[in-house]
Structure formats: C-alpha cells, structure tokens
C-alpha cells in the first residue's frame, strides 16, 4: 500500500501539472469549480482523519479553515508589494503553510482540553470553538472585522489546489496505514482496549486533530487566494456542516469514498443552481437517512463493515 | 442599584435557561445521548404560540392571563408531540448503534428542522415580532425599572421545578424514569416499558422547552427559524456545568450560567465577548470538573 500510495500522489502531482498547463484553455468558470474540487477534497479528507479513522466527532473544521485563511491572506497583503514576482509562488507556498501551522497550533489548543472528552461534549465543545474563532476575527480590525479582508492576491492555481489535495490524501492515508496510524483505528473501535495496549488515546486524538486542522488551515489558504475576498461570515457552523456531509456521504473511515462525496458535492450545486433553497434540506435528509439506512456511507463498498459491526 | 437590576435580568435569563438545561439533561440520564434538537422545539414552541395567539384572541380578550395560559399548555403539548414523533422516527431505530450514528442523526434532525421552518413555504428566514401575551406592567422601585414578564419567568420556572420535583420524585413513571437511568436493561427485566418511558422523557423535555421558547420569545426583540439555537448551546452548557444526567444540577447551572452572562454583559470592556463566556466557561468546568458541579464522578470501567 505504502508503495503504491506513492507512486499515486506523484501521478497526481503529475497530472495536476499536466491539467494546469492547459488551464489557459478551459473556460475560467470550469477552472474554478475545478479548485474548489480540489479544495473541498483537503478539507473531506483532513476531517476524516478525525472524524472517520480516529471516531472524534469534530465540528469545527471551518474554524481551522479560517484561521488558516486568515494568516495566509495577511501573509500575502502584506508581503506581496516588497517580494518579485518571480519569488511570488514561493511566497504563497511559504503562506500556504504559515496558515496551515498556525492552523495547527489553534488546532492542538482546542485538541488538548476537548479531546478529553467524548462525542456528544467534543462535538458541542468544537462547535463552540469554531463559533469562538469566527467571534474572534470578526471583532479584530488587523484582519478587517466583519467586511474581512479583500484584494488578496490571486495566488491559487490549479496546480497548487490539486497538489496540496494529492499531498493530503497521500499524508492520510499512508498515516493511517503505517504501524504508527493503526493507533488511530484502534482509539476508533475502542478506546479502553486500546488504551489497555499501551496506546494513548489522547495523544492520538490530538494527533489526528492536529494533522487534520493543518490541512484544513492549508485550504483555507487556497480558499483565500482562490476568491480574493475572505470574509469571516463565510466560515460559520454551516461550512463545517457542509465538510461533514461530505465525510459521511463517502463513509467515515472511507478515503476514496470521502474524496468521491467531496467532487459530487462541490459539483452538484454547481449544476443544480435552483436546488439552492434546497440544499440545507436535502443535505440534513441525507445525513438523517444515511445513518438509518446506511451508516457506512454511499461509496462503502465492502471495506468497513466488519468494522463497523465490531463498532458495537 | 445597577446591580439589582441585573440581578433580575439574570434570573429572568437564567430561568430560561434552566428549563431548556431540564430537556437536555432528561433525555441524556435516561438515553446517553445529545438531543440537538431540543433547540428547535423551543423554536417551534414559540412558533406555536406566535399562531395561535390569535385565535385565543378571538374568543378571550387579548393579552389576558388566562389566555396565555391556554396558549402555553397548547404549545406545550404541540411540541411534546413533535418531541415523541422525533424520538419515534428518528432516534428508536438506532437504540442499538454506536453513539456516533445516534449524534450524527440528532444533527441531522435538528439541520432538517431549522432549514425547513426557514423556507418560505413554512416560516420563512425573517424575524417577526412575537405578540404581547400578558398586560404589559412595569414595577418601579426607586430609579430601577422590573417589567412584570421579568417577574413572571422565575416563578413559571420555579413552579415548573417543583411539579418536575413531584413527576420524577413520586409518580410511577417518574419512578420508571429514573429506574431506566438507572440502568435500562434491569429496568426492562423488572417490567418497565423502556419505550413507554423514552417517549414520556422525550415529550416532557419538549413541553418545558416549547414553554422555555414562549417565555424566551416575550423577552426577545422577535422569533425567527434559528432563535434557539443560542440558548439552546447556552442551556446545554447549563446542563454540563450543573452535570449531565443530574436535574437539580441543569436547574443550578441554569441560573448561575444566566446570572454570569448578565453581570458580565454589565461590565465595560467584557460586554463584548458575552458571547465567549458560556463556552469559557464550558471548557473552565471539562478541564476542571468534567462531570459538573452536581455530578458524581465516575470512571470508566471495563
């Protein structure tokens, strides 16, 4: 697997650079539904990472996004004008992981105390923390209060978005299959018993948090320098419900299940422009029948189900 | 003589609070799980009586404590019937399944609620002003100002506390509830209908909830499809500081979190961030004392 899983993340670097160099031929409007696809599938995965393999149920992902928006997007505002052109993709590069280091770091300091708790506490207590950090940037004026920031350059190609999504599914997944990341499987069957194994649940809860607000603290980056404009509105509960939609439509624990509900719900909406009143509803309908009726998720095909069972 | 003013606002607040901390708590001792949706029966509860305040207006004259009165116990029981019809149809299947799936749903729920009440062939996404249901009456004591809903709230509260006290305390199926709390699966060996006493916890959470949204609605500027979500999170909050699980806990932690919220919003400087002390305090008391103050605490064993 680990070998292959390489060889999958340079073929999707590769064909990210391909389909980039050809970018100058496809209508923009395609180009950008192209990157939000890639956007939606670095927040899908990196939230499945704890709320699929490791069980932590988090509802705060978009509160990680906007942090790693936010210090990306300053980043840039303020660097840009004094940095050449041509070092500018290093720049966004370097801004790009400042954001999602910082993301980290806001991550770990939400983890620590919260992944103390269990289910129904760590989803209220990461709700409530996501709530808090869009609070927070909504009231300092260094990062434009309510209006956000605007005029951030336009940074985000479809090279780096498909990148930074291959470069996640690769960190997950060779993560969660290598010896070390089996401790994230084990603290989702059971933590007691995994506990009585000498693993630590907490520090591999923390982990996977961590792991996971830094990504999605990197596509808050794209995201930032994808619309131009970021406004703290635009990462409320409602976002963070929308990445979790995406991760138990594929099935929680399901990477390419969570990577094909990621394309199908980034393109959907795209495509069904009147369903907009609808969205939230069919959404919640979704959520509520698929934990009725199938609880593994759309695109589980086979792998999880012993699992799940032995999740009882 | 600031402070007896807040005082008043706080309880009033905290009142609120308390019931809809009572739902929380209820649903969780008997079933172990968040019910998400409890904020949007509050919502719907002042939804009800937002509708039939004006046919109770036809034939009682308006703002009449009788009428009121009518139109609390008619809410009330509509929301307790939605309360069953959620538990019946949403969470029962799942009785057996991991806890995640359970959450999962309630957040479900609770989404399907909200954006349905907002569309426009229900509700519609606009605040409305919630109509007066009692005379408007203003107590003055020296420079300080009590409007008599203020009054009002606490004592529903405490006389609601008191007949809670009596349900769970001295009837039988306040008995079955606290015997399924206790522990299901011995409760269902000594002949207690499990599903006869979920529904009843279910439908008397969502009565005192449809009651906590009419009270909170009198009090606020207007009603709107997302109005309890906030006092929802501030009274489950509530629920975990008194200690999940613990009635007398969500009672206390109700008031003192109301209390808080109030004196804090009074200080210059703090007003800002009222928003941000609940969830303070959330994390304060999970760092601190995870089980609350009332809680017992206890470890998890194999």
């Not at chain 1, 389909?19 to 939606?40: E, H, K, P, Q, T």
């Not at chain 1, 009585?196 to 649940?201: E, F, L, S, T, V």
């Not at chain 2, 069953?84 to 799936?101: C, D, S, V």
């Not at chain 2, 249901?133 to 529903?156: C, Q």
Request: overall charge positive; glycine content about 12%.
């Amino acid at each position: 697997m680990q070998l292959g899983a390489k060889r999958w993340l340079i073929a999707a670097v590769l064909v990210a650079f391909g389909v980039s160099a050809l970018s100058g031929y496809f209508n923009r409007y395609y180009l950008g539904i192209a990157i939000d696809v890639g956007i939606s599938i670095i927040l899908a995965v990196s939230l499945n990472l704890i709320n699929g393999h490791t069980g932590q149920f988090s509802l705060g992902h978009a509160g990680f996004m906007a942090v790693g928006g936010f210090t990306a997007a300053k980043l840039t505002l303020e660097l840009t004008p004094s940095v050449p052109a041509a070092a500018q993709p290093a720049l966004f590069v370097g801004a790009m992981l400042a954001g999602g280091l910082v993301a980290a770091l806001a991550g770990l300091a939400v983890g620590l105390p919260s992944l103390r708790l269990k289910g129904d506490y760590l989803a209220i207590v990461t709700l409530g923390f996501g709530e808090i950090i869009r609070v927070i940037f909504q009231t300092s004026p260094a990062f434009g209060a309510a209006t956000g920031l605007t005029g951030i350059p336009k940074f985000t190609t479809l090279f780096w978005t498909w990148s930074a999504a291959a470069l996640t599914v690769y960190v997950v997944a060779s993560l969660v299959n290598s010896t070390y990341g089996r401790g994230f499987l084990c603290v989702h069957d059971d933590e007691v018993a995994a506990a009585a194994m000498g693993i630590n649940p907490t520090r591999y809860k923390v982990t996977a948090f961590v792991t996971g607000a830094f990504f999605a603290g990197m596509a808050g980056a794209l995201y930032a320098h994808h619309k131009q404009v970021l406004k703290p509105d635009g990462f409320d509960f409602m976002k963070s419900i929308d990445v979790v939609v995406m991760v138990i439509l594929g099935g929680m624990g399901n990477t390419v299940g969570v990577i094909l509900a990621a394309i199908l719900l980034t393109v959907l909406p795209e495509l069904l422009r009147g369903f907009a009143d609808y969205r939230m509803i069919v959404y919640s309908l979704l959520i509520i029948g698929l934990m009725l009726l199938r609880p593994q998720g759309l695109f589980n095909l086979r792998r999880r189900e012993s699992r799940s069972a032995a999740a009882n | 003589m600031d402070w007896l003013q807040q005082l008043i606002n706080g309880l009033a607040q905290g009142s609120i609070y308390a019931l809809i901390a009572l739902g929380y708590t209820m649903v969780y001792g008997v079933l172990r799980f968040i019910n998400f949706a409890h904020s949007d029966v509050l919502m719907l509860g002042a939804f009800a009586a937002f509708f039939l305040a004006p046919v109770v207006g036809t034939i009682l004259p308006p703002q009449s404590y009788l009428g009121a009165f009518i139109i609390v116990i008619v809410s009330a029981a509509i929301c307790a019937a939605i309360g069953i019809l959620i538990e019946r149809l949403a969470y029962r299947p799942l009785r057996n399944r991991p806890k995640l799936t359970v959450l999962i749903t309630a957040i479900g729920v609770s989404l399907l609620i909200e954006f349905t009440c907002q569309h426009n062939a229900v509700f519609g996404a606009r605040t409305r002003p919630f109509p007066r249901l009692i005379p408007e009456h203003n107590f003055h004591l020296g420079n300080i100002v009590i409007a008599n809903h203020d009054v009002l709230v606490p004592i529903v509260t405490a006389a609601l506390l008191a007949l809670l006290w009596l349900v769970v305390q001295r009837t039988k199926i306040g008995m079955a509830m606290r015997a399924v709390a206790f522990n299901p699966q011995a409760a269902a060996l000594m002949g207690v209908n499990i599903n006869r006493v979920i529904s009843f916890t279910f439908g008397l959470g969502s009565a005192l909830a449809a009651i906590a949204g009419i009270l909170y609605a009198m009090r606020a500027p207007g009603i709107e499809p997302l109005m309890g979500i906030q006092p929802g999170l501030r009274a489950f909050i509530a629920a975990v500081l008194g200690g999940i699980g613990n009635l007398p806990g969500a009672a206390l932690g109700g008031l003192l979190l109301g209390l808080l919220e109030t004196f804090a919003g009074g200080i210059p400087g703090i007003s800002n961030y009222r928003d941000g002390i609940a969830f303070a305090i959330l994390i304060f008391i999970l760092l601190f004392r995870p089980a609350g103050l009332l809680g017992e605490v206890k470890t998890e064993k194999v």
